[in-house]
């Protein structure tokens, strides 16, 4: 995408599926792309780096308000303004019922799937308000907009994450900062394979019950990211941008 060339991207959750696809995706398109992942990123921004993109690392636990202010702060100096911010990293709660989830497995969900978001958004919108705009999306889920079993306090989290997407866009689109989320459906990422080693039907199951009939690719969600951070999509704002073959509608 030509419009995101000289662009400074941010990518949380960057080590690993989505978020890797991702600050691959920005680095192709031109884009500096900055890893972060409390899971030693620099490994990824090294091979960008060795195959002619621009690509840097940094580790940050999103959790912590205060490791979030100095990435944002760190990226602010050394490049000088951030465009464009993918707010992706996160964990899944094992699955249980919900009166079976521990105080301390409920605490660890939020603290990384929503109050993560908050954190990094927080940082992001203050550094963008300073330059004059930029393009933030928060990754939810389909569990965003709907539910399944034994994913309470996770599922609870991702539709906090479209709450709070759709609020700070009312507050600061006017100022030039565009915030939206993408909701990826059964991607095909380590998290996923985990779930499916776990239960060796699952992968059929899934597939069953998309209509697409596969899971999805982190790169088609990459792609469905960079058009919402780049011109293309200059008047969406508050949106959230379902990505899941179909399995929501119905």
Aim: hydrophobic share 45%.
């Amino acid at each position: 995408m030509e419009d995101m060339k000289g662009k400074v991207a941010l990518v949380t959750g960057a080590a690993q599926g989505i978020g890797l696809a991702c600050a691959e995706a920005f680095a192709r398109a031109g884009s500096v792309a900055v890893l972060a992942d409390i899971n030693k990123p620099e490994e990824h921004a090294r091979k960008l780096a060795e195959s002619g993109l621009k690509a840097e690392a940094f580790a940050c636990d999103v959790s912590d308000a205060g490791e979030v202010e100095k990435m944002v702060e760190w990226i602010a100096g050394k490049f000088g303004r951030l465009d464009a911010a993918l707010n992706n990293a996160g964990i899944q709660t094992p699955q249980k019922p919900m009166a079976e989830i521990s105080d301390a497995e409920f605490d660890r969900t939020v603290a990384v799937d929503f109050k993560g978001v908050w954190n990094c958004m927080r940082c992001e919108i203050r550094q963008m308000r300073k330059q004059g705009g930029g393009a933030i999306v928060n990754t939810s889920s389909q569990g965003g907009i709907a539910a399944f079993p034994g994913q309470a306090a996770y599922i609870a989290c991702k539709h906090a994450v479209i709450g709070l997407t759709r609020t700070a866009a009312l507050d600061y689109s006017a100022k030039g900062i565009r915030i939206n989320a993408v909701c990826p459906g059964v991607i095909g990422t380590p998290m996923a394979e985990e779930i499916m080693r776990r239960n060796p039907s699952a992968r059929e199951e899934f597939a069953r019950d998309i209509p697409m009939g596969r899971l999805g690719r982190p790169g088609e969600i990459a792609d469905a990211v960079l058009w919402l951070c780049g011109l293309g999509a200059s008047f969406v704002s508050g949106h959230a941008l379902v990505v899941d073959g179909g399995f929501t509608i119905h």
